[in-house]
């Protein structure tokens, strides 16, 4: 399989259709090489619009997806990044190329010493998983400039926007199948958020997010 040709038509016939259309976003995620991060099992699905399986019932999220959730975070290189859900590694691999620092929390240690592994064969220096639950951030870090949920969520974690720096954003898929719409947060003060709803989508659940009660009385 040609890696790079197919990593070239990921780049313009996937992500550039979903308004993906920064210069510099393109450019990492066409250097990038995502057969790295990929299960041998699906080296074939490495640039196909889909989600991928990892172990222990988690995915890689399709490309598109994946890239306009990076996307619209608005990276600009300096910023110090919280990502919840390491996955294989790859978005994290991708983040940290585009900001200053990326610590990755994973709560399934043997995806996180594979991701490890994935980000040393790639050569990504600037980014640290940790084994945890990435619900409740990494408050010893913080503030963060910008963190983002890999999985989506019935409603964003308060613990997590407190550990958002002033100005800083926080990007996540929220709702209940089959509505899901990704939310863009905003802070400006001590207390004082915007939420800005942007597109909708699907995607798999964070891994150990507590649902809300359907029981209604």
């Known amino acids: ?27 990492v995620f066409q250097k990038i090489k995502r057969e790295l ?26 490309p598109c997806i994946q890239a306009r ?15 919840v859900g390491t996955g294989s590694g790859y978005a994290t691999a991708v983040l940290a190329s585009l900001s200053k620092r990326v610590i990755s929390i994973e709560r399934d ?5 594979s991701a490890k592994s994935n980000l040393q064969k790639a050569s990504i220096g600037n980014a640290e998983v940790r084994v945890g639950d990435g619900t409740q951030g990494s408050p010893a870090e913080g503030p963060f400039d910008a963190i983002i949920l890999q999985g ?9 926007l407190d550990q958002l720096q002033i100005n800083g954003r926080l990007i996540a898929v929220v709702g209940e199948e089959p509505m899901m719409q990704a ?9 004082s958020f915007t939420h800005k709803e942007l597109w909708d ?3 798999p659940r964070l891994e150990g997010v507590q649902e809300p009660s359907q029981f209604h009385f």
């Open 1 to 27: 399989m040609n890696f790079d040709q197919a990593r070239f038509n990921m780049v313009e016939q996937q992500i550039r259709t979903w308004q993906v259309l920064d210069l510099r976003v393109l450019d």
């Open 37 to 62: 991060f990929t299960p041998t099992a699906y080296q074939d699905m490495a640039y196909s619009d889909t989600e991928i399986p990892l172990a222990n019932g988690q995915f890689m999220l399709a």
């Open 109 to 113: 240690a043997e995806l996180a010493l």
């Open 152 to 160: 989506s969520v019935p409603e964003i974690p308060q613990q997590l």
């Open 201 to 203: 989508t699907v995607i």
């Open 69 to 83: 959730l990076i996307h619209d975070l608005h990276l600009t290189g300096s910023e110090k990044v919280l990502e």
């Open 183 to 191: 939310h863009l947060v905003t802070r400006h003060g001590l207390k």
